[in-house]
């Protein structure tokens, strides 16, 4: 009996190591090694200072920023989750014809149901960082007047949108898209 207490023992020992302590540092140093930036965060640097995530979607409320998708939880990640509300909701409904009429008035819509989806309802997770180039051509209007852009800035503008614009991915999987944060960085730019 003491016997197998001890081989249970140096079983448990054995596969502390190997579980605990020798594949998590396999494994942190292969992320480090071949996928350095995703493992750490997708952190985006401006003059030396961390000021957001390429994975995580950013509040811009301001009329010379394309805007994001909304977000149940105003984009906090700590609880990251969606509203809950279902399709016969009278709350998701109101939120959504609120949206609409805000989004349409301040991007001088005058069709609302031009409107792309994702520019009214909130994602699952509250912190979708993209939205579709149908929805950023939609409110290029808006920021080009609230700039003051030229047509030179105009013409710059539309490449930096062309450049951002990510395909599916394998040319396969999900829609075209455009990441809201590194737009906004690079209009930043814009001289």
């Known amino acids: 009996m003491k016997n197998q207490v001890i081989n249970s023992l140096k079983c448990l020992l054995v596969m502390i190591v190997i579980t605990g302590i020798i594949y998590p540092l396999l494994m942190t140093g292969a992320a480090q090694l071949f996928f350095a930036k995703k493992a750490n ?12 995530s390429s994975l995580i979607g ?12 909304p977000s149940a939880i105003d984009y906090n990640p700590m609880p990251s989750s969606g509203s809950n509300l279902g399709p016969a909701s009278d709350k998701l409904k109101m939120q959504m014809l609120e949206r609409r ?19 009214l309802f909130a994602s ?3 912190l979708d960082p993209h939205i579709s180039p149908k929805a950023a051509t939609i409110q290029y209007n808006r920021v080009v007047a609230s700039r003051n852009f030229n047509e030179a800035q105009k013409k710059e ?12 991915q394998f040319s396969l999987f999900g829609e075209p898209r455009i990441n809201v944060f590194e737009l906004n960085l690079a209009l930043d730019n814009i001289k």
């Open 41 to 52: 965060g997708s952190l985006v640097m401006k003059d030396g200072i961390i000021v957001g």
């Open 58 to 69: 950013q509040k811009f409320d301001s009329t010379i920023y394309f805007w994001s998708r």
């Open 101 to 119: 009429s805000a989004f349409a008035q301040l991007n001088s819509i005058t069709d609302p149901s031009d409107i792309s989806a994702e520019m």
């Open 124 to 126: 699952g997770s509250g």
């Open 157 to 168: 503008l539309q490449g930096i949108i062309e450049h951002i614009k990510q395909n599916p």
